[in-house]
């Protein structure tokens, strides 16, 4: 299995321009989350799916960014229009829900993450 | 979902044990501890979760302190490749398959 897959894995844009950041899960995974990385506030999740249907989405920061799950294989995270403040490592995860005895969870499996720049 | 303290950082020599240790004094019966780790440049990886019970993997062992306000995730012989921030994440079972709540965690050195 490849694994979580993230593209691009750096970005450097300057500040107004869209950003679309894009996520493989692991196939078979329902659940798809999005994190964010920085120095100051650690890591912090932004949003996560199941199903492709968004679940809880109170962790993205404001209307600049939106999230799509169209199909079980696919996700995106856009920023419309960027600025050096969104600067940060974005990282997305996958976990199945399957086999997880009851009140338990399964592991999340974590991409190699998408450095982001904003000038 | 409780809060968990773990050292800043901590060091290790290269094939000796390291225990790496968490307090949760605010851990609820529902609680399931977790450690995760993250190498450098890479983004984190589980390593083992327990709720009551001492665990081992082919990772590490977790050891859960009998009235659980306390846990150790021991690796029982370090590597150059275990240089990695470790963190400990308390998941209520009764809540959803997201929130996995980052704190600071341990940085772990390990010298050759």
């Known amino acids: 299995d490849a694994g979580v897959i993230q593209s691009p894995r750096h970005e450097v844009t300057e500040m107004g321009q869209e950003v679309t950041l894009r996520c493989k899960p692991i196939?078979?995974?329902?659940?798809l989350f999005w994190y964010r990385q920085t120095m100051m506030r650690g890591l912090e999740l932004l949003i996560y799916f199941n199903n492709n249907v968004p679940i809880d989405d109170s962790g993205m920061p404001e209307d600049r960014f939106s999230a799509k799950m169209p199909n079980a294989s696919f996700s995106t995270l856009k920023i419309q229009p960027s600025e050096p403040r969104d600067s940060a490592v974005y990282f997305c995860?996958?976990?199945?829900?399957?086999?997880?005895?009851?009140?338990?969870?399964?592991?999340?499996?974590f991409g190699p993450g998408t450095r982001l720049t904003v000038l | 979902d409780a809060k968990t303290t773990q050292p800043n950082s901590m060091e290790s020599n290269e094939e000796e044990p390291v225990h790496l240790p968490c307090n949760h004094s605010?851990?609820?019966?529902?609680?399931?501890i977790h450690w995760y780790r993250q190498l450098p440049s890479q983004g984190p990886e589980y390593v083992i979760h327990?709720?009551?019970s001492n665990v081992n993997n082919r990772m590490a062992s977790l050891a859960i302190a009998e009235d659980r306000k306390s846990s150790t995730l021991i690796l029982h012989r370090a590597t150059l490749r275990d240089a990695a921030v470790y963190y400990c994440?308390?998941?209520?079972?009764?809540?959803?398959?997201?929130?996995?709540?980052f704190g600071k965690g341990t940085k772990l050195s390990v010298k050759p």
């Open positions: 995860a996958s976990s199945s829900s399957r086999g997880a005895p009851l009140g338990s969870y399964n592991e999340q499996f």
């Open positions: 196939s078979g995974h329902d659940y």
């Open positions: 605010t851990i609820s019966g529902t609680d399931y």
């Open positions: 327990g709720l009551t």
């Open positions: 994440i308390l998941r209520d079972y009764g809540g959803s398959q997201g929130n996995l709540i």
